[in-house]
């Protein structure tokens, strides 16, 4: 290898502004989730004084993070970090509603616990509406870590940036894609496979609204693709499997892809 190979590793090594590693930062949010959702661990035992600790140790450690953080460097990063823990109530609000909509709406959910430990579902909304918070104080980089993060483990991508109500249910959930710009509204079910995607992806339109509105009590089938900013899914509305949608659809309204198939006799010969 030439000496310039090596001299442009370094150039760029020295150009890198500083981050916390991806490992640190997707640690602090499952230990937050950890405290919240003690079912996580095997037999906790927390008192309330333990309990005052440990999410004061979590604040502290925010805090270090986006200290450690270059893009950081000039916040407020005491405040911003007390800030997001004061909202934390609200937030652990929130993800309860989620849990709610899996437990209502699942018939293979057999328990609260069940879904908070096991449900790939559950995680990826949990830590994309920490990200969601850490992004409205305008922390950059580390909310979009947390989302990877959870998408390298459940396979559902969500953008921190999405606009998501609650009673979020996502079943199963392999191969969902929300993109930046979604708005989704309450009691939404979401099936695997499903993308709320741009239908352009121009750079130019960074700062535009490039992907669908999804309003309340919606549900999308498994294979469902939903694209554009202008794109707007009424209320009440059922989107079946496999269905390509670029215009909006009024309020309950059915939508489902009409396929022929045909099941032919096949003689065997004995």
């Given at each position: 290898m030439n000496e310039e190979f090596y001299l442009h590793i370094y150039t760029k090594q020295n150009q890198i502004e500083a981050v916390p590693s991806n490992e640190e930062i997707a640690q602090w949010a499952i230990s937050l989730m950890n405290i919240l959702y003690p079912e996580r661990f095997t037999s906790p035992d927390y008192s309330i004084n333990e309990i005052k600790r440990l999410l004061a140790k979590q604040e502290k450690e925010l805090t270090r993070i986006l200290n450690a953080t270059k893009a950081c460097e000039h916040n407020d990063n005491e405040v911003i970090a007390r800030t997001f823990f004061d909202g934390l109530p609200e937030l652990y609000r929130k993800m309860n509603t989620d849990i709610s909509a899996i437990l209502n709406g699942d018939p293979a959910a057999k328990s609260e616990f069940e879904?908070?430990?096991?449900?790939?579902?559950?995680?990826?909304i949990a830590l994309y509406r920490i990200a969601h918070s850490l992004l409205k104080a305008e922390i950059p980089i580390i909310p979009r870590i947390l989302t990877e993060y959870a998408h390298s483990v459940t396979g559902i991508d969500?953008?921190?940036?999405?606009?998501?109500?609650?009673y979020l249910f996502i079943d199963h959930g392999t191969g969902i894609v929300i993109g930046e710009t979604t708005i989704i509204g309450n009691y939404v079910k979401l099936y695997q496979g499903v993308t709320l995607g741009a239908l352009s992806v121009e750079k130019y339109m960074a700062n535009t609204k490039r992907h669908p509105t999804i309003e309340d009590h919606v549900i999308i089938y498994s294979g469902a693709t939903i694209l554009g900013g202008d794109t707007v899914i009424g209320k009440g509305c059922i989107i079946g499997g496999n269905v390509w949608l670029t215009k909006s659809v009024p309020s309950n309204s059915t939508v489902y892809h009409q396929s022929a198939i045909k099941v032919i006799e096949t003689k065997h010969i004995d």
């Open positions: 879904i908070i430990r096991s449900y790939p579902g559950f995680l990826a969500i953008h921190p940036a999405a606009m998501i109500g609650e």
